[in-house]
T-cell receptor
Framework: DQQVKQNSPSLSVQEGRISILNCDYT??????FLWYKKYPAEGPTFLIS?????DKNEDGRFTVFLNKSAKHLSLHIVPSQPGDSAVYFC??????????FGKGTKLTVNP | NAGVMQNPRHLVRRRGQEARLRCSPM?????VYWYRQLPEEGLKFMVY????????ESGMPKERFSAEFPKEGPSILRIQQVVRGDSAAYFC???????????FGPGTRLTVT
């Protein structure tokens, strides 16, 4: 059973526009959420996180929004840059240290 | 400050051989995690270790797989008698303490022929 779902396998946006990546989860025990970015043949790189006691966290061009009632979070990247092209993974943690990952969304930012 | 280091980056083994994957955490990090990624899938948790202790191995297959994090030296993920289904990317992550972001290494890509 997939506890963390990223329903869009891919997303394509124009440089300078906003990228919105979505993530849904089913486990109410999750209390901490993270976004990772991954380039081919490299490990995931931590981007931004949010605790379940917050509904928004911002770091430069990256903002994560959490809607607990809908069990939904999203990552906004604005403005998008070609170097943002990568696979983005949503991950969640709750009750233990292990992270539960979604399958990822491949973002392509076109110049 | 070096990041998480993993070696080898690529490993080819024949069916039935043993695979040993090594992970050196970031300096000052005493918590190590192993994840496996199959093609087109997300990362799946395998095991969480602190120095000389296995804290959570709920994601480890019951047979052929083992992990250790000795007092000195890197963490080792060991796969005995590898099968084709073990072919995957294996990632190690580390953190300085619990409930903190995990930082990942570049991964070891295991191919079983």
């Amino acid at each position: 059973d997939q506890q963390v779902k990223q329903n869009s396998p891919s997303l394509s946006v124009q440089e300078g526009r906003i990228s919105i990546l979505n993530c849904d989860y089913t486990n109410s025990m999750f209390d901490y959420f993270l976004w990772y970015k991954k380039y081919p043949a490299e490990g995931p790189t931590f981007l931004i996180s949010i605790s379940s006691i917050k509904d928004k966290n911002e770091d430069g061009r990256f903002t994560v929004f959490l809607n607990k009632s809908a069990k939904h979070l999203s990552l906004h990247i604005v403005p998008s840059q070609p170097g943002d092209s990568a696979v983005y993974f949503c991950a969640a943690r709750g009750g233990s240290e292990k992270l539960v990952f979604g399958k990822g969304t491949k973002l392509t930012v076109n110049p | 400050n070096a990041g998480v280091m993993q070696n080898p980056r690529h490993l080819v083994r024949r069916r039935g051989q043993e695979a040993r994957l090594r992970c050196s955490p970031m300096k000052g990090h005493s918590h190590v995690y192993w994840y496996r990624q199959l093609p087109e899938e997300g990362l799946k948790f395998m095991v969480y270790l602190q120095k000389e202790n296995i804290i959570d191995e709920s994601g480890m297959p019951k047979e052929r797989f083992s992990a250790e994090f000795p007092k000195e030296g890197p963490s080792i993920l060991r796969i005995q008698q590898v099968v084709r289904g073990d072919s995957a990317a294996y990632f190690c992550a580390s953190s300085p303490w619990t409930s903190y972001e995990q930082y990942f290494g570049p991964g070891t890509r295991l191919t079983v022929t």
